[in-house]
């Protein structure tokens, strides 16, 4: 069983930043993807940003220049930096480790960002 752990979710003003975190614990193969998705009210969860274990990774475009994910693989950690953040990024977010060992996603309870103009 795989368990991930967010943080660093809050309210901040329009235009400024936040970081997420995601810790991953439990039994972990070494090929997985780990990510962020959101949730707006009333919306599909969509994919923010995704990084794989080899480092490759990928964007909403609605987020490219603003947003950087990255990750610590010997901690099992990925991180969101998010800069600029505008009203429409308020959502809740949720990290994911999608394993490609058992084929299946985990994910996390999610962490709420409110973005304020």
């Known amino acids: 069983q795989v368990q991930l752990v967010e943080s660093g979710g809050g309210l901040v003003q329009a235009g400024g930043s936040l970081r997420l975190s995601c810790a991953a614990s439990?039994?972990?193969?070494?090929?997985?993807?780990m990510g962020w998705y959101r949730q707006a009210p009333g919306k599909q969860r969509e994919l923010v940003a995704r990084i794989t274990s080899a480092g490759s990774t990928n964007y909403a475009d609605s987020v490219k220049g603003r947003f950087t994910i990255s990750r610590d693989n010997a901690k099992n950690t990925v991180y969101l930096q998010m800069n600029s953040l505008e009203p429409e990024d308020t959502a809740v977010y949720y990290c994911?480790?999608?394993?490609?060992?058992?084929?299946?996603?985990?994910w996390g309870q999610g962490t709420q960002v409110t973005v304020s103009s």
């Open positions: 994911n480790l999608y394993d490609y060992t058992r084929l299946r996603d985990y």
């Open positions: 439990g039994s972990i193969f070494s090929i997985n993807a």
